[in-house]
Structure formats: C-alpha cells, structure tokens
C-alpha cells in the first residue's frame, strides 16, 4: 500500500483533508465572535454556513468532471489555491452579505476536493485497498475538524478572529506548492502494477458507457440519499454544535473549542478505520458480492449514528450530549469511505470523478438546507431539540432505503 510512491500520495492527500476541514471548521468555532462582531442573528449566521454548500455542491461536481478531463494532480492544485484565498478573504467581510459571497466562493474552491482524492486513490491503487485507502486519506478531514477548535479559537481570543483565517491561508498555500512539486498524477507501470492492475485495463476496455448511463441507476442515486443524510448530520455538527454548546449549554467560548475536540477524534479514527473494515468483510463475505459488504457497514453504521444524534438532542446533562454526539461521529465516520468505494466498484474508471463528483453535489445539497433549517428552527422554537431529532430522522430513512435499492448495476452490451 505504501510501496512504489504510494505512501507518498496518502500523506499529501490526507494533509489535504486536514487543511480542508481546518478551513471550513474555522468559521463555525470564531461563529460567536463574528455573530457579535457583524451583529447577525441566528437565521443569518446559518444561511452564511448554508452559502458554503452552494459553491461547494456545484463544485463536487465540476471538480469530478475537471478531474476526469484534466486530472486529479492539477484540479486539486487549483483548488487547494483557491479555497485557501478565499478562506483568508474573511477578512475582508464587513457585513451580512459580503459574508454569503466570500463563502460561496470559498465553497467552489474546496468542493472537488472528494472527488479528486477518489480519482487520485483510483489512478495509484488496486481495487482490493480502495475502500481502506479512501477511509485513511479522508481521516485527515476529521482531524482537521479537531485541531481547529484550539488553533482558531486561541488565535481568535488572542489577536482576534480575522488572523486566524489568515493564517490556515498561508498553510494551504504552501501544501499546494509542495503537491505540485512532488505527487505525480499516477505512477509508473510496473510489473507491479500490471499484475495488480488486470481488472482495471479490463475495465478500461470494455468499452466506454456514458456518464450519463448512471446518472439514472437506483444505486447512485440512492447512495446519494444516505449520502446526503451522512452530510445533514455532518453539516448540523459541524456549524451548530460549537454555537450550541455555548448558547443552550451555556459554556466558555474556552471550553467550548476544547470540547469540540473529542467528537473530531472519535470521527479520526471512525474514518481511519471505516474503509478497513469494509475491505475486511468484503474479503469475508466475498461469495455474496462486495457491495454486500459496503452496504453491511453503511446500514448498521449509518442507523446507529442516527440513533444517537437524536437521543443527544433529548438528554439533559452537557456530558451525555458530548458523548452521544462524539459516538454519531464515529459511527457516522465509519461509514464514510463507503460511499466512494461503491463508486470505485460499480462505475468504469473513465467515469469515476464525473460520478462520483455528482453523488457528491447531490449529497451536499444538504449543506444547503441543513444549516439554515436548523437556524430558523433554534429562532423559532428557541431549543435545538428538533433539529437533533430530524437529522437523526432523515439517516435513518436513508439507511432503510439503501437496503431495499442499493444492487449491482447491469452495464449495457
């Protein structure tokens, strides 16, 4: 896995998830400083988390196709540039508005970022370590989520929240000038590779289907559904939990980036381990097919993620809010290189970024509506009870309709 350049291309993906989600966490932990600052209400702030989500959802899928058309190497390049500028433009806002179009704009430059990591894992690796390379290079966005608590709210407290977006800016810059540097697009045929790669020049020469062939099949269009219930519980924890934990549980802005820390691990090592163990059961269960497999850990995982996201908004202590909210994201997380993985076993590889850069768009349409749902339901009903119960809701629904649609897809003569 790690041999032949390989472990190379991990290390700069997974420092790619990292910086990502250092950069999109930043706002929601200096949100209480910016709400005070720019003087906007709830409803306000979450429609500036959802604006994120209309750059980024487009972009999921522009960047897929831009990855098939002109590379994973040079669109995440683009992208890592352009997210970054963007991410330091905050600074630069000075109201309601000008912060929707900072963060639209900083949503395009990350949305690729998916895509291009599963075309990159397609381009350097065989089929039988996808799902557990997927899961280990995306770990780095959960542990991004994690340092950006203490890093952006000490910086935040200190010298104030504008330099810190400035400073995770120029970390981005820098990555991207050492990923053009060093990671090429794919590796160099070996004896190796052409031993490990038959069933990908098989698939290669098939013939080529159309992107749009898929686009229609229950399969992707269903395990975008659960998707986009993965991303709804994601979104709902990723911009809301540091704001709910200071306004309804009634802690430190200190605390607060403290504690946001323990469910981000819990999702590190939930993301670590999720494509191992999916490659493991679909070693196991291989006479029953591998999306057996896939959608073994997606339904169970899924479905108890949605448990305890719902029973996190019914308790009454601070500490078994955490801890129910810290075990949704481990479970939520384990599930989160399956997605991709069914991708990379049922779509040709000429067609994976496209594909799997549309599941993508339509999955985060959920941080479209999620964040500005769940601000005009805190406005109204004054309680964020609710939103807890619907974004455990939804996965749930999600994780049954998998079961029932989720079937290898027949590919035209």
Avoid at 360 to 365: I, R
Wanted: hydrophobic share 55%.
């Amino acid at each position: 896995m790690f041999s032949n350049g390989r472990g190379m291309v991990i290390v700069f993906l997974f420092l790619a998830g990292v910086i990502n989600y250092l950069d999109r966490s930043a706002l929601s932990i200096a949100a209480p400083f910016i709400q005070d600052d720019l003087s906007l209400t709830a409803t306000q702030m979450g429609i500036i988390f959802s604006s994120f989500s209309v750059g980024y959802a487009i972009f999921n899928f522009l960047g897929g196709m831009a990855s098939d058309k002109w590379g994973a190497k040079v669109t995440l390049f683009v992208a890592m540039i352009v997210w970054s500028l963007f991410s330091g433009a905050l600074v630069l806002a000075v109201g309601f508005a000008s912060m929707i179009v900072i963060r639209i704009l900083f949503g395009m430059g990350e949305g690729p970022l998916s895509a291009t990591i599963n075309k990159m894992v397609n381009n350097w690796f065989p089929a039988n370590q996808r799902a557990s390379v997927v899961g280990l290079t995306n770990s780095g966005t959960p542990l991004g989520g994690a340092i950006a608590g203490p890093i952006v709210g000490f910086i935040a407290i200190s010298y104030g929240w504008r330099v810190s977006f400035i400073a995770i800016m120029v970390i981005g810059l820098i990555w991207a000038i050492c990923w053009w540097k060093f990671v090429k697009e794919k590796p160099e045929e070996s004896k190796e590779q052409k031993l490990t790669g038959k069933s990908y020049v098989a698939a290669t020469s098939e013939g080529k289907v159309k992107f749009t062939f898929y686009l229609k099949q229950k399969t992707v269009l269903f395990t975008a559904l659960a998707f986009f219930s993965y991303n709804y519980i994601l979104f709902f924890f990723l911009t809301w939990f540091p704001s709910y934990l200071v306004d309804a549980r009634g802690l430190s802005v200190e605390n607060m980036s403290i504690i946001t820390v323990i469910p981000w691990i819990f999702g590190f090592i939930g993301l670590a381990l999720g494509g191992f163990v999916s490659d493991f059961f679909s070693k196991k269960f291989a006479q029953k097919g591998v999306l057996f497999s896939r959608k073994l850990v997606l339904v169970t995982c899924l479905f108890l993620s949605a448990v305890c996201i719902g029973f996190a908004g019914l308790v009454s202590t601070t500490v078994s809010a955490v801890t129910l909210v810290a075990l949704s994201v481990f479970f939520l997380y384990l599930t989160g290189a399956i997605y991709w993985a069914i991708v990379n076993d049922v779509v040709d590889p000429g067609n994976v970024g496209s594909v799997g850069g549309f599941m993508h768009f339509l999955a985060n349409t959920a941080g479209i509506i999620g964040p500005t749902l769940t601000g005009y339901i805190v406005d109204t009903s004054g309680t964020y009870t609710v939103a807890f119960l619907l974004a455990g809701g939804l996965a749930i629904v999600a994780s049954l309709a998998v079961i029932r649609f989720v079937r290898p897809i027949v590919k035209p003569a």
